[in-house]
């Protein structure tokens, strides 16, 4: 047995073995102590020559950046130009000299400070930059204590690289060949940490809050970036095993690589389109790569997010135009603005909304802002112009709201024929089926649009009354909760009745032991990240449409959730027992 | 388009406008404050009536300026005159890296 199993977040899937290496641990507490009085000019020098030393860190940091990594090199420039602010390190030096205080004490009020003038800034984006404040501080703070007061050693071997929090500097300043994985004690399943690691495409493992009390530098790790597990020391039984593990999974990686491109069709010729959920064009080569149908929901939120006044339409329609050309002939299918309850856009934050979940959101935002509305139905159909769009409204609750947008939509092809200005006559429009209200009249919805598109993540929530962020009722989060299954049934049969097709994207979808349950609906396509697809593609390959439909008639028996997930997990995990190790399941968490 | 500089009795003054799609968000202010530390001027930057210090990105980003927004470039000292003109073609060009 190993000397100790840490358990974390898997945040980049993979396997490696390899000695530990801390770039980072976390500071001893700030030290508050009153300076004798003819001190301050020399604590002053202390924190000034801390800050130097930083900033020349930062700068080796920066330059050392491989080319790959070129836009993080941007976050290093602006922590630089913090640890020479005025208003940080001249701000600290004036309390020092006022308070007798050392310095890093008064470092610590000079951020706090800061901290307090930033949160009353209004912008969101601005808002959070205390996080590069907060980044730099500690820096300067850890130089204060004194430790790693030697630059930090590039190590001679390849490493796996352990950290309290890595910021994109700590990250940076080593050459990213010898970075086997990551594992930090800090962080969650978005932090940048993730990003990072899913870019270099290395294991990564966060929030292992014992990961600086049980790991020394240089002791042999294995990183399970599969079940998110460190094991610290571990045996010859488990070095064996995990080294078969991870030629196991490098091999599967490449497999399911070389196949991506295949249609995503079942053993016995039921085909479906696996497309990709993305907000960024900078996405496509990846949807591409991995052998996707397109783009099945293009999250258009992001262009309205971080600034105080809403995008231009010639703004909106270069990112729209580029999008569809890249994509085409395969299809993207725009959301329209999906604002409100987690992403606030600047006009809208100033509502006072008790419940912004079941509140002025998505269409029903976009029904009150119009002119915001109809700026991006133009570049959207200005688009059409350039590739294979379709549109879609979200959290559409009736009939009323779909004909109020439909009846914008026609105001605005109008126009654009007024203006002579060209569009796909015939671009599909289709909505979210995403509330309970929409699924029980899905059958008079699919009279007046070309396709739904099911948004499982929100349906469960609000057919469970459940909020999945909070952690004393997500356990009651169940994607196969039979409310669920019933309800994505019945929209599917609404929709083949009245002859238009089904999308279902979520997580759902992209998870194995779902996935078949969807198939034997006969959905017509699903969209999931992008980086699933090629994983996704080769399970689905390897089904047979007769099973999914034999286990659906299963599920749709069973009255409680523990019986489906038992049953599911069987059927499905007895399939395919050794490619499911490298999955986790949304079924997982009842366990 | 440039505008011209102006000398008041609180120094040279010159009115910028933020054309940049995400307004002065973190690189740009990096830009900013970078270039501004580099003359002996004192050199503030002014919105809605609030002026802070343009060598300071922290100051600059408490603006929260958007794109579209005007602001006022002020300067005092010996090079304010070739800091103004050299920080104002920073915001015509957009703050891209030559």
Not at chain 1, 91 to 108: F, K, M, V
Not at chain 1, 180 to 209: C, D, N, W, Y
Not at chain 1, 489 to 513: F, L, N, T
Request: aromatic residues 6%; glycine residues 6%; negative net charge.
């Amino acid at each position: 047995m190993a000397r100790e199993i840490l358990q974390g977040i898997a945040v980049s899937a993979g396997v490696s073995i390899g000695k530990a290496f801390f770039t980072n641990r976390r500071r001893r507490s700030v030290s508050f102590e009153i300076i004798p009085p003819g001190a301050a000019d020399s604590e002053v020098a202390r924190l000034e020559q801390a800050a130097s030393d930083v900033r020349d860190d930062l700068a080796r940091a920066r330059d050392n950046v491989p080319a790959e990594l070129r836009d993080h090199a941007a976050i290093i420039n602006s922590h630089m130009m913090i640890c020479q602010d005025p208003k940080l390190i001249r701000a600290a030096s004036q309390r020092i000299r006022d308070h007798h205080i050392c310095a890093e004490w008064a470092l610590d009020q000079a951020v706090e400070a800061i901290a307090a003038a930033f949160s009353a800034i209004e912008d969101p984006y601005i808002r959070e930059r205390v996080q590069d404040v907060r980044a730099v501080a500690e820096r300067i703070q850890t130089r204060l204590v004194g430790r790693h007061a030697e630059p930090m050693r590039p190590p001679d071997e390849r490493i796996v690289l352990m950290a309290h929090d890595l910021t994109p500097a700590d990250a940076m300043g080593l050459p990213t060949v010898k970075i086997m994985s990551f594992a930090t004690a800090e962080g969650g399943k978005t932090s940048h940490t993730g990003i990072l690691a899913r870019s270099l495409q290395i294991p990564a493992v966060v929030g292992v809050s014992a990961l600086e009390e049980s790991v020394a530098d240089g002791d042999l790790v294995i990183v399970d970036a599969l079940r998110g597990l460190i094991l610290v020391d571990p045996d010859e039984a488990e070095l064996a095993d995990y080294t078969d593990l991870k030629y196991q999974f490098e091999n599967y990686q490449k497999s399911i690589r070389r196949q991506s491109t295949l249609p995503a069709e079942t053993l016995d010729g039921y085909r479906i389109d696996v497309q990709a959920n993305i907000e960024l064009v900078e996405e496509v080569p990846q949807v591409l790569d991995g052998g996707g149908d397109g783009v099945g929901l293009y999250r258009t939120e992001y262009a309205f997010l971080n600034r105080r006044t809403s995008p231009t339409e010639e703004e909106l329609y270069d990112e729209y135009s580029q999008l569809a050309g890249l994509l085409s002939p395969r299809r993207v299918v725009f959301r329209t603005l999906d604002v409100g309850a987690d992403k606030m856009l600047s006009e809208q934050s100033q509502l006072e909304e008790p419940n912004p979940a079941l509140g002025l959101r998505a269409i029903r935002f976009c029904l009150r802002h119009q002119d915001v509305f109809r700026r991006q139905l133009r570049a959207i159909l200005r688009a059409s112009a350039h590739g294979s769009a379709s549109l879609l409204f979200p959290m559409i609750s009736g009939l009323h709201e779909l004909r109020q947008a439909k009846h914008i939509l026609n105001e605005v092809r109008a126009e654009l024929d007024a203006a002579g200005l060209p569009y796909d006559p015939d671009m599909p429009v289709g909505i979210m089926v995403e509330l309970p209200s929409a699924v029980l009249i899905s059958e008079a919805l699919a009279q007046e649009v070309d396709f739904f598109s099911i948004g499982t993540n929100d349906l469960i929530q609000y057919s469970l009354g459940i909020d999945r962020g909070n952690k004393h009722v997500s356990y009651l989060y169940q994607p196969l909760h039979p409310a669920i299954v019933r309800s994505i049934k019945y929209v599917v049969d609404s929709a083949h009745r009245m002859g238009i097709s089904v999308c279902v994207c979520g997580e759902v979808a992209s998870d194995p032991y779902c996935l078949p349950i969807l198939l034997g609906m006969q959905i017509d396509a699903i969209s999931i990240a992008p980086q699933a697809i090629p994983g996704i593609k080769h399970i689905l390959r390897r089904t047979n449409m007769e099973e999914c439909k034999e286990l659906l008639r299963d599920v749709l028996s069973a009255s409680t959730v523990s019986t489906i997930n038992r049953m599911v997990k069987e059927t499905i995990y007895n399939r395919f027992p050794e490619e499911l190790t490298f999955f986790s399941s949304m079924l997982d968490q009842d366990d | 388009m440039q505008e011209p500089i102006e000398e008041t009795q609180e120094g040279l003054t010159v009115t910028v406008c933020v054309a940049n799609d995400q307004g002065l968000h973190a690189r740009p202010a990096a830009r900013l404050a970078q270039e501004a530390q580099k003359f002996g001027a004192e050199l503030f930057l002014a919105m809605d009536g609030m002026e802070v210090d343009a060598k300071s990105i922290l100051d600059i980003l408490s603006l929260a300026a958007a794109k579209g927004t005007r602001l006022t470039l002020r300067g005092v000292g010996a090079d304010a005159r070739h800091a103004l003109e050299h920080l104002s073609a920073l915001f015509r060009n957009r703050f891209r890296e030559e």
